[in-house]
């Protein structure tokens, strides 16, 4: 079975620009979270979608954006990108949600804002 | 404010030794999973408690989760390098996850 794959791996954009992450969860997840992880902030919680709805949402500005589609992959957006956008974007998956779900990630996206 | 306190946020040890990472909160968590976490990779799920009291072995590894279901160490025997990584916890309330601040370990040769 394979795992949670995000696309691309590394990036490298300009402050003032957009930028699109991709996420496909494992076959048959149908919940995908979003999370910013730096050295100095840890892991912080972006927001989850299931069923192509967004079901929680973290502390971020609008700038952070997601979607999920209909066969659960999931894009994230990062519009006006500013230097202390620069992280690595992880993903995760989960088969539905709930108490005892256990949620898989992927490599990650390592965003580099210049 | 973190939902999960780990400590100690950073450990270096001997080949050999043995270590103990907490995971602590005020809040009730439904499971608790660990994470081990390489640097550029994604976190790697290693184990998920559930029942409060609950002991799982991994090898090497050995996870509790507290009685109250607020707080979960693990324990590493006979720590080798491959144990080096950011260990995380991360304690499910059915809604969301939380994840803790993170430890991490290296094992010197």
């Known amino acids: 079975k394979a795992g949670v794959t995000q696309t691309p791996r590394y990036l490298i954009k300009t402050r003032g620009q957009q930028v699109t992450l991709s996420c496909s969860p494992i076959s048959g997840h149908r919940s995908v979270s979003w999370y910013q992880q730096t050295p100095g902030q840890g892991l912080q919680f972006l927001f989850e979608?299931?069923?192509?709805?967004?079901?929680n949402k973290g502390n971020f500005p609008g700038r952070f954006s997601g979607r999920q589609f209909s066969n659960s992959r999931s894009e994230m957006n990062v519009s006006t990108l500013e230097l202390g956008d620069s992280a690595l974007y992880l993903c995760?998956?989960?088969?539905?949600?709930?108490?005892?779900?256990?949620?898989?990630f992927g490599q990650g996206t390592r965003l580099t804002v210049v | 404010t973190q939902l999960l306190e780990q400590s100690p946020q950073f450990l270096s040890i001997q080949e050999g030794e043995n270590l103990t990472v907490y995971c602590n909160s005020s809040s009730v968590f439904s499971s608790l999973q660990w994470y081990r976490q390489e640097p550029g990779e994604g976190p790697v799920l290693l184990v998920t408690?559930?029942?409060?009291?609950e002991v799982k072995k991994l090898k090497r590894l050995t996870f509790q989760f507290g009685d109250a279901r607020k707080d979960s160490s693990l324990h590493i025997t006979a720590a080798q390098p491959g144990d080096t990584g950011l260990y995380l916890c991360?304690?499910?309330?059915?809604?969301?996850?939380?994840f803790g601040t993170g430890t991490s370990l290296t094992v010197i040769p």
């Open positions: 995760a998956s989960r088969t539905i949600l709930g108490l005892n779900t256990e949620a898989f």
């Open positions: 979608y299931f069923s192509e709805t967004q079901r």
């Open positions: 991360a304690g499910n309330t059915g809604n969301q996850f939380y």
């Open positions: 408690v559930v029942t409060g009291g």
